[in-house]
């Protein structure tokens, strides 16, 4: 069965930081790319970058362009999402995801960004 399971996140003031972790089980997490994902309240789920596999090639959207950093960590099975500078536009809840997770998400964890 594929879990994934978010945490890392909570309330920060306008330019502060988190680092958020997506540890996944049930399927071969170094052979696929790990994204992250955002929903801000009444808005389309974004993509907000991706990793591919072992060789660590990123894409992340302009938005959050040298101020996220996504990792991977392949013997932990984890993905991770440093994010700096952080603007009240950034809240949201944040998932991972893959296409090995064969269409299934996790709960997320809630990103609230504000004074």
């Known amino acids: 069965q594929v879990q994934l399971v978010e945490s890392g996140g909570g309330r920060v003031q306008p330019g502060g930081s988190l680092r958020l972790s997506c540890t996944a089980s049930?399927?071969?997490?170094?052979?696929?790319?790990m994204s992250w994902y955002r929903q801000a309240p009444g808005k389309e789920r974004e993509l907000v970058a991706i990793?591919?596999?072992?060789?660590?090639?990123?894409n992340y959207a302009d938005s959050v362009k040298g101020r996220f950093t996504i990792s991977r960590d392949n013997a932990k099975n984890t993905v991770y999402l440093q994010m700096n500078s952080l603007k009240p536009e950034d809240t949201a809840v944040y998932y991972c995801?893959?296409?090995?997770?064969?269409?299934?998400w996790g709960q997320g964890t809630q990103v609230t960004v504000s004074s």
């Open positions: 995801n893959s296409k090995g997770s064969s269409g299934y």
């Open positions: 990793i591919f596999t072992a060789g660590g090639s990123t």
């Open positions: 049930g399927f071969t997490f170094g052979t696929y790319a």
